[in-house]
């Protein structure tokens, strides 16, 4: 019985058993993984964490704010001030956390050093080791937004360093500022892009203190406001993450480099701008990026929850997977979503309050859907994807892709005719939904099966309605079964052990796993 077992463990790994040298190598070669995911994967190489903006008419308490992060294992936020009593809530949780300064507090900062070093006493050593803060970032798109303020920039950041340092926690504690991606020009093709170059007397010398301090450059992505902005330039799908058929595919010129997605292209823009100015060993953190639920319909039609589930899904898979980009693959680019919460007091147009995972009484503002994220994930019922009509779609191209589908597509349409339980609504966006989604899976869900000359595309919301059940789905009653969750299972999980796995650390996943193989082998020896 025993060696049956033996047999097959090894069968499926290539191994035939009983042949030791074979298992030695085995194990050596178990152990070099081990060692090349440590050095690959530093303990925070890929993460995700939240920011939390407080513009809310009632702002949760500070505890509430940490068990929502610890409820939904969320290991790495960013702040926009240093509130004495959010860090106080933070301390003992092991929430690694940026602080930061405000631009109001800039100029006193930029102004005077003996201000910085009280900033620093007060902000951060009083806090730091029980309140992991991990970097400080100095400002807001101070550039972009506060040209004015712009040659207290470095001013205030040298002063904080050197409080950092009288203090001996510059080893622990990166200074940084959080860039507008505007301020990178011609960012498409990535290839070409360089940053303002009257910003240079500034980025210069940031550039050359990150690189002294090992610091990342903070860049907030938003590749809604690119599409927004790009007068259908952008495709949605190139915004969102979805897959584009091959020949729709972004195409750098100068390095031939393929992009799928318009963050990607971004984050290369900046290592290219950063290139042009001579600077390679720098990496890029996304401080900010995000997707609103919701917004006026009439100039904002983008906003909308099934969008930005969409975006911050694909994109939490995106990062946690170390894909990397094009430029950089397999370089994890560590990213903080916007936001953990809706503000519902900020001002602007109205999708500026609805950028939140949560509402401010932490319900979920709408469910993820991150099974395929690899670690995270609960219960793999929301892993689905279906096809769908694209909204506003011509009903002429509609019905010919329909009769398409029905016809040379092979595709079983009898639950579209009357009296059978898909046939209402009975209007072409709901057919050819019905239509897409069973070609689509019954494609296997190959790339390239949910085009339908454009007016298909990919969704994570099962269409399934009443007792008109689409392919793929298990049904509404399956489908709810994660009322709401978001970043992680619904469980339990305070820190109340260190085995957590964070929404942040691949590495200690893939280590417990090649563990989990060692052990496996040392019993079989
Ligand atoms: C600021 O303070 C640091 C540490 O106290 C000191 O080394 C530095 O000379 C001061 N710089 C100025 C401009 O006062
Ligand atoms: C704080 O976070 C850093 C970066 O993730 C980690 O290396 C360090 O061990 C943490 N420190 C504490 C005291 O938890
Ligand atoms: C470059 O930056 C300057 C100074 O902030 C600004 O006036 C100018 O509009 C920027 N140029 C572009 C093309 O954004
Ligand atoms: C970058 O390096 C090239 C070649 O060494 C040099 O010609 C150029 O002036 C440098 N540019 C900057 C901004 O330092
Ligand atoms: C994860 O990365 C691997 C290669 O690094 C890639 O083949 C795979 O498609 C990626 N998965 C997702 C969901 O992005
Ligand atoms: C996940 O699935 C298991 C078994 O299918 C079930 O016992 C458990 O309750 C589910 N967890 C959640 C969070 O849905
Ligand atoms: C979820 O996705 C993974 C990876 O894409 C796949 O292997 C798995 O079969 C999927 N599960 C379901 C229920 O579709
Ligand atoms: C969902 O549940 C309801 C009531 O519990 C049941 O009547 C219905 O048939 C179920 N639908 C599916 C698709 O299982
Ligand atoms: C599902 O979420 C809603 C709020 O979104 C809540 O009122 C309800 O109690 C939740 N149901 C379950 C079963 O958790
Ligand atoms: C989760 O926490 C709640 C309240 O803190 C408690 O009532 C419940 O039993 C816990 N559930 C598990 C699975 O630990």
């Given at each position: 019985?025993?060696?049956?077992?033996?047999?097959?463990?090894?069968?499926?790994?290539?191994?035939?058993?009983?042949?030791?040298?074979?298992?030695?190598?085995?194990?050596?070669?178990?152990?070099?993984?081990?060692?090349?995911?440590?050095?690959?994967?530093?303990?925070?190489?890929?993460?995700?964490?939240?920011?939390?903006?407080?513009?809310?008419?009632?702002?949760p308490?500070?505890?509430?704010?940490?068990?929502?992060?610890?409820s939904?294992n969320?290991?790495?936020?960013?702040?926009?001030?240093?509130?004495?009593?959010?860090?106080?809530?933070?301390?003992?949780?092991?929430?690694?956390?940026?602080?930061?300064?405000?631009?109001?507090?800039?100029?006193?900062?930029?102004?005077?050093n003996?201000?910085?070093?009280?900033?620093?006493?007060?902000?951060?050593?009083?806090h730091?080791?029980?309140?992991?803060?991990?970097?400080?970032?100095?400002?807001?798109e101070?550039l972009?937004?506060?040209?004015?303020?712009?040659?207290l920039?470095?001013?205030?950041?040298?002063?904080?360093?050197?409080?950092?340092?009288?203090?001996?926690?510059?080893?622990?504690?990166?200074?940084?500022t959080?860039?507008s991606?505007?301020?990178?020009?011609?960012?498409?093709?990535?290839?070409?892009?360089?940053?303002?170059?009257s910003?240079?007397?500034?980025?210069?010398?940031?550039?050359?203190?990150?690189?002294?301090?090992?610091?990342?450059?903070?860049?907030?992505v938003?590749?809604?406001?690119?599409?927004?902005?790009?007068?259908?330039?952008?495709?949605?799908?190139?915004?969102?993450?979805?897959?584009?058929?091959?020949?729709?595919?972004a195409?750098?010129?100068?390095t031939?480099?393929?992009?799928?997605?318009?963050f990607?292209?971004?984050?290369?823009?900046a290592?290219?701008?950063?290139?042009?100015?001579?600077?390679?060993?720098?990496?890029?953190?996304?401080?900010?990026?995000?997707?609103?639920?919701?917004?006026?319909?009439?100039?904002?039609?983008?906003?909308?929850?099934?969008?930005?589930?969409?975006?911050?899904?694909?994109?939490i898979?995106?990062?946690?997977n170390?894909?990397?980009?094009?430029?950089?693959?397999?370089?994890?680019?560590?990213?903080?979503i916007?936001?953990?919460?809706?503000?519902?007091?900020?001002?602007?147009?109205?999708?500026?309050?609805?950028?939140?995972?949560?509402?401010?009484?932490?319900?979920?503002?709408?469910?993820?859907?991150?099974?395929?994220?690899?670690?995270?994930?609960?219960?793999?019922?929301?892993?689905?994807?279906?096809?769908?009509?694209?909204?506003?779609?011509?009903?002429?191209?509609?019905?010919?892709?329909?009769?398409?589908a029905?016809?040379?597509?092979?595709?079983?349409?009898?639950?579209?005719?009357?009296?059978?339980?898909c046939?209402?609504?009975?209007?072409?966006?709901?057919?050819?939904?019905?239509?897409?989604?069973a070609?689509y899976h019954?494609?296997?869900?190959?790339?390239?099966?949910?085009?339908?000359?454009?007016v298909?595309?990919?969704?994570?919301?099962d269409?399934?309605?009443?007792?008109?059940?689409?392919?793929?789905?298990?049904?509404?009653n399956?489908?709810?079964?994660?009322?709401?969750?978001?970043?992680?299972?619904?469980?339990?999980?305070?820190?109340?052990?260190?085995?957590?796995r964070?929404?942040?650390?691949?590495?200690?996943?893939?280590?417990?796993?090649?563990?989990?193989?060692?052990l496996?082998?040392?019993?079989?020896?």
């Amino acid at each position: 019985m025993e060696n049956a077992h033996q047999d097959c463990f090894f069968a499926v790994l290539g191994f035939s058993c009983g042949n030791m040298k074979r298992l030695f190598s085995f194990f050596f070669f178990l152990l070099l993984l081990i060692l090349a995911v440590s050095v690959v994967h530093g303990e925070d190489g890929a993460f995700i964490g939240v920011n939390i903006g407080t513009a809310m008419s009632s702002v949760p308490a500070p505890t509430q704010i940490t068990a929502l992060l610890r409820s939904q294992n969320i290991r790495h936020v960013r702040l926009y001030d240093a509130d004495p009593a959010m860090l106080a809530a933070l301390a003992n949780t092991g929430i690694r956390v940026v602080v930061s300064v405000p631009n109001e507090q800039l100029l006193a900062i930029g102004n005077s050093n003996a201000t910085a070093v009280n900033w620093v006493a007060r902000n951060v050593a009083a806090h730091y080791p029980s309140v992991n803060i991990t970097a400080i970032a100095v400002g807001s798109e101070v550039l972009s937004t506060l040209p004015n303020a712009a040659p207290l920039l470095m001013p205030a950041i040298r002063y904080l360093q050197n409080a950092l340092v009288a203090a001996a926690l510059d080893r622990y504690i990166k200074i940084s500022t959080p860039h507008s991606s505007s301020i990178i020009l011609d960012s498409f093709p990535p290839s070409q892009a360089f940053f303002n170059r009257s910003l240079d007397p500034v980025l210069v010398p940031l550039l050359k203190f990150l690189q002294s301090t090992g610091s990342p450059l903070m860049i907030n992505v938003y590749p809604y406001y690119d599409y927004m902005r790009s007068n259908g330039v952008i495709p949605l799908d190139y915004a969102l993450f979805r897959p584009l058929p091959p020949n729709k595919e972004a195409v750098d010129a100068n390095t031939l480099l393929h992009y799928t997605n318009v963050f990607d292209a971004v984050v290369d823009a900046a290592y290219f701008a950063m290139e042009y100015l001579n600077v390679t060993n720098v990496p890029v953190m996304v401080t900010e990026t995000g997707w609103p639920h919701k917004g006026d319909p009439s100039n904002e039609p983008d906003a909308t929850s099934d969008n930005a589930d969409t975006y911050n899904s694909n994109l939490i898979r995106h990062v946690m997977n170390t894909t990397g980009t094009p430029k950089h693959p397999g370089v994890a680019v560590p990213t903080f979503i916007y936001e953990l919460y809706d503000e519902d007091t900020r001002p602007g147009s109205a999708s500026e309050k609805y950028w939140g995972l949560f509402n401010m009484n932490g319900v979920p503002a709408y469910t993820l859907h991150l099974t395929g994220s690899g670690v995270l994930l609960a219960n793999d019922t929301t892993n689905q994807t279906y096809c769908v009509a694209r909204e506003g779609a011509d009903e002429k191209m509609l019905q010919a892709a329909l009769d398409w589908a029905c016809g040379p597509g092979k595709v079983d349409c009898s639950a579209l005719m009357q009296g059978q339980p898909c046939y209402d609504p009975d209007t072409v966006q709901a057919h050819s939904t019905y239509a897409f989604n069973a070609y689509y899976h019954g494609m296997g869900m190959g790339s390239g099966t949910c085009y339908f000359s454009g007016v298909a595309v990919i969704t994570t919301t099962d269409p399934s309605h009443g007792s008109c059940v689409y392919s793929g789905s298990g049904g509404k009653n399956g489908t709810s079964l994660l009322n709401g969750t978001s970043l992680a299972p619904s469980a339990n999980s305070t820190a109340d052990s260190g085995a957590h796995r964070a929404i942040g650390d691949v590495s200690s996943f893939v280590r417990a796993v090649v563990a989990a193989l060692l052990l496996s082998v040392a019993i079989l020896l």
